[in-house]
């Protein structure tokens, strides 16, 4: 079975840091494109950071450049993302997601909430 573990969540001070983790099974992680979704209250999920397992390439949405890291290791099948300088705005539940062609695999979700 196709499993996305994500973990790391938490409740922090703005300014300060959190590290998701996205462990996967159930597919060749290699062959995929990796990426953090977020969804705050009241809003559409949105994309955040992604990396391709096969070539490193990395994307990040605009308001998160330059604050958030998204890194792989592949011999864990585990995706990371480094959160630094939150914001207030940054809380959402965050989702861990796979995808290749038509196959797109979703995680639980970790809440992150960051105090003002």
């Known amino acids: 079975d196709v499993q996305l573990q994500a973990s790391g969540g938490g409740l922090v001070q703005a300014g300060g840091s959190l590290r998701l983790s996205c462990a996967a099974s159930?597919?060749?992680?290699?062959?995929?494109?990796i990426g953090w979704f977020r969804q705050a209250p009241g809003k559409e999920r949105e994309g955040v950071a992604c990396?391709?397992?096969?070539?490193?390439?990395?994307y990040y949405e605009d308001s998160v450049r330059g604050r958030f890291t998204i890194s792989s290791d592949n011999a864990k099948s585990t995706v990371y993302l480094q959160m630094n300088s939150l914001k207030p705005e940054d809380t959402a539940v965050y989702y861990c997601?796979?995808?290749?062609?038509?196959?797109?695999?979703w995680g639980q979700g970790t809440q992150v909430t960051v105090s003002s």
């Open positions: 990396v391709s397992s096969s070539d490193g390439s990395r």
């Open positions: 997601n796979a995808q290749r062609g038509l196959a797109n695999y």
């Open positions: 159930g597919f060749t992680f290699d062959d995929y494109t």
